[in-house]
């Protein structure tokens, strides 16, 4: 896989190729990083690449010339038709199933924003999506970008050391991921729950199952909600419920 960031701050996102999975996706050769920056493309001598909002108002617009350009660029090192996506807080919201859906691309352009925003003809002319992490503000799209880029890099294939990892996070089946638990087997007085302890794959699978679905319940109902239980899911769910008291 291709990525490429556009971004006045390329050194900071060329860190999340350097570290952890993305770092072993990148020496692998399973994925490869560039970043292209607007002010290469400036053309006055300071480089500018912002300048005062029409209109009025705070802050300062990231000016279209030059960020087109860099996109253009970037879309050069990324397969033909790779999509240009755009972190902003007006985008759809960057889930588990966009993460996958990204994943089984060759490549994707990220155009993180910064200042007050991006000249919107360039979102008409040169972006295909606009994503978000959630209804918060970051000082721009940085951050974004390579949460977006560690997020799909865990889902290539040959990037985890055990493959299993990923279909297990927490929201790859639309849940919370269940409670994890290690040596030593009893801390500050907490037993680690004795099911896992069984040696029986089946229990321990339905007691996992049944304390993600549980823990969802509590945290984010919302995902329960969207899962329209069955009878056998209802049934863990009430088991789990009384189990809490």
């Excluded at 200042?115 to 295909?128: A, K, Q, S």
């Excluded at 297990?168 to 994890?180: I, N, T, V």
């Excluded at 049944?210 to 009878?231: I, T, W, Y």
Aim: some cysteine.
């Amino acid at each position: 896989m291709r990525i490429a960031v556009v971004s006045l701050f390329p050194e900071l996102v060329g860190q999340v190729g350097e570290y952890g999975v993305v770092g072993r996706a990148v020496e692998r050769q399973l994925l490869s990083l560039n970043c292209e920056n607007p002010r290469d493309f400036a053309e006055d001598a300071h480089r500018t690449v912002d300048d005062r909002p029409y209109g009025g108002g705070p802050g300062m617009v990231l000016k279209y010339e030059p960020t087109a350009k860099a996109i253009r660029q970037a879309k050069d090192s990324v397969p033909e038709g790779s999509p240009v996506i755009c972190l902003s807080p007006q985008g759809k919201v960057f889930d588990q199933a966009t993460a996958r859906r990204l994943s089984d691309l060759q490549g994707f352009v990220l155009l993180a924003g910064r200042y007050e925003g991006i000249d919107e003809r360039l979102i008409e002319n040169e972006v295909d999506e606009e994503l978000s992490l959630g209804d918060f503000v970051l000082s721009g799209g940085e951050i974004a970008a390579m949460a977006v880029i560690d997020a799909v890099a865990r889902l290539l294939p040959g990037v985890l050391g055990d493959e299993e990892s990923a279909t297990q996070d927490s929201f790859m089946d639309g849940l919370l991921d269940h409670p994890h638990y290690t040596r030593p087997e009893s801390v500050a007085g907490q037993r680690v729950p004795a099911v896992l302890l069984s040696g029986d794959h089946a229990r321990i699978a339905r007691w996992r199952y049944k304390q993600a679905l549980g823990r969802s319940f509590l945290r984010r109902p919302d995902l329960v909600a969207e899962l329209k239980l069955n009878q056998e899911q209802r049934k863990l769910l009430d088991e789990f419920l009384k189990e809490q008291g």
